[in-house]
T-cell receptor, first 116, second 112 residues
Framework: GAVVSQHPSRVICKSGTSVKIECRSL??????MFWYRQFPKQSLMLMATSNEGSKATYEQGVEKDKFLINHASLTLSTLTVTSAHPEDSSFYIC????????????FGSGTQLSVL | AQRVTQPEKLLSVFKGAPVELKCNYSYSGSPELFWYVQYSRQRLQLLLRHISRESIKGFTADLNKGETSFHLKKPFAQEEDSAMYYCALSDSLSGGYNKLIFGAGTRLAVHP
């Protein structure tokens, strides 16, 4: 089946540094990618939606200058956490879909970000 | 506001017992609902969606618009069903684009 590759799976960084997370669709063209954040034992909270070649649409309360999303190609989207702080520590998950509908939505394996 | 509610954080049953994971939603339009499953150390994957009206791995879910519910059911639980289950709603009314809203999830634990 279709696969979404997300890297890195785990990253530890110092406060004030920036971290980039990549999300790739391996065998389909992802016209739309979604970025979620998940706190321990809580649900997935949608952060932003990105369509290839256009600016990402952020959910209310998500700082777009803090969480930079780039969807430059049909197979790659990146999330950059800029000037990370300990409160940004979380599990980040990407998902991607093509134009055929929600049954063709696939999830990455997630990235655990720990900011010291 | 569009919302998905899963009232139970944990559902613990014995093998062979019936299972019902509850999901209620709040949505202004015509809802499209899904169940996703996450097995241990694996990524989220689609289990079923109400449009297809299918049974996957013995699970079924019926959309009840009167009760605004989409409960997931299985008559006889198996140990391999132990996982985290998320109910999700496709929201096309908020912000002019389509997105998925997830419930908080229910952990199903099936004991031998």
């Amino acid at each position: 089946g279709a696969v979404v590759s997300q890297h890195p799976s785990r990253v530890i960084c110092k406060s004030g540094t920036s971290v980039k997370i990549e999300c790739r669709s391996l065998d389909f063209q992802a016209t739309t990618m979604f970025w979620y954040r998940q706190f321990p034992k809580q649900s997935l909270m949608l952060m932003a939606t990105s369509n290839e070649g256009s600016k990402a649409t952020y959910e209310q309360g998500v700082e777009k200058d803090k969480f930079l999303i780039n969807h430059a190609s049909l197979t790659l989207s990146t999330l950059t956490v800029t000037s990370a702080h300990p409160e940004d520590s979380s599990f980040y998950i990407c998902s991607a879909r093509d134009s055929r509908g929600w049954e063709k939505l696939f999830f990455g394996s997630g990235t655990q970000l720990s900011v010291l | 506001a569009q919302r998905v509610t899963q009232p139970e954080k944990l559902l613990s049953v014995f093998k062979g017992a019936p299972v019902e994971l509850k999901c209620n939603y709040s949505y202004s339009g015509s809802p499209e609902l899904f169940w996703y499953v996450q097995y241990s150390r694996q990524r989220l994957q689609l289990l079923l969606r109400h449009i297809s009206r299918e049974s996957i791995k013995g699970f079924t879910a019926d959309l009840n618009k009167g009760e605004t519910s989409f409960h997931l059911k299985k008559p006889f639980a198996q140990e391999e069903d132990s996982a985290m289950y998320y109910c999700a709603l496709s929201d096309s009314l908020s912000g002019g684009y389509n997105k998925l809203i997830f419930g908080a999830g229910t952990r199903l634990a099936v004991h031998p």
